[in-house]
């Protein structure tokens, strides 16, 4: 029986042995495994939130240009956006789950409380018209408009719709038929351009947004008038270049302020005449302001720019691409500011 017990111990104690060894790999295993990645949910809602705020332009965002604010890939963007937890507070403006995914530049996003006010706002509008819209048929029989959206925000679109027949209120960009069966359609596709022009396809604006603050019905931004066509609607009153020449609060009747007057003096005068003769649509570009103000050194012109803009006298918005791509000279004129060139100037009524 000694022998037994003795034997015992010793069989035991290899396996003992084995086992102390076995534990710390366990350990190891356990601590080696990483913790899950953050949430992307909650910088995309701060990002809106951000957007809304901003207004114009910037609200509400694409998918693509959300994506690219949150330095994301549209697909990391939509797999964020489509879980309960983003459910509960965002609204995506179409299905980006089903079998037929949209572009991630025709599907906005819009916190859930905004449904109404982007169901009646000019930016929807111009969206689900340049999505709908095709070469070959170009205008857009009202209850197609709504085609494809979520089915609240299709609803409140379609009510939207009629109100603005009624009202007879639509984008400047756009034109309607009313009749049995109302018709939409961009101008643009509307105009014959001269044989030996280029071709200028009506393309909606893939983040831009109407201004809140500009007049109903008016409510477009506007392209620079240095490189539209003579028979287009001016923007910004006359070309650049005519503006370069004398103050821009001549053109509105207004005597010029003198070369001395303060930046701000002048800067509201240029923008007031600018605004007026492009229909008052609260869109101005930077570069047709600069040009207005050509005394006035880059620098200083931006400092004091900022220094307005903190005052909430101003606001800047980003490039839409509404009516044209962006010309050089436009580009070079604009502000970079966390990766957006910002190249329109508004007015608030906020402050």
Known sequence: MPRTAAASKKAAAPRTAAASKKAPARQKSTASKKAPPPSPLPKLLGILESQKQLGGASYPPTIARLAELAGDKPTAT???????????????????EGRKKPPPGTVL?????????????????????????????PAVDLAQLPKGLLPALGRAFKAALDQRLAERRIPRTIGALTGKKPLFFFLADAVLPAADSP????????????????????????????????TDAPSNGVPAASLAGAPAASLAGAPAPAPAAPFAARFDAAFTALDRVSGGNNYVTLRALRAALPDVPRATFDAELAALRRQRRYSLDPSDGRHHQMAEAEREAGILEAGNLLVYVARRHDA
């Open 199 to 230: 071709a200028r396809p009506a393309t909606a604006p893939t983040d831009g947004a109407p201004r809140p603050t500009a007049p109903r019905g008016a409510r477009t931004a506007p392209a620079d008038p240095a490189d539209a066509a003579p």
């Open 78 to 96: 939509i797999k964020a956006l489509i879980t309960e937890e983003a459910k509960a507070r965002v609204l995506l403006s179409r299905d980006a």
């Open 109 to 137: 996003v819009l916190l859930k409380e905004d449904l109404q006010t982007v169901a009646q706002s000019d930016r929807l509008l111009e969206v689900q018209l340049q999505s709908a819209r095709k070469p070959d048929a």
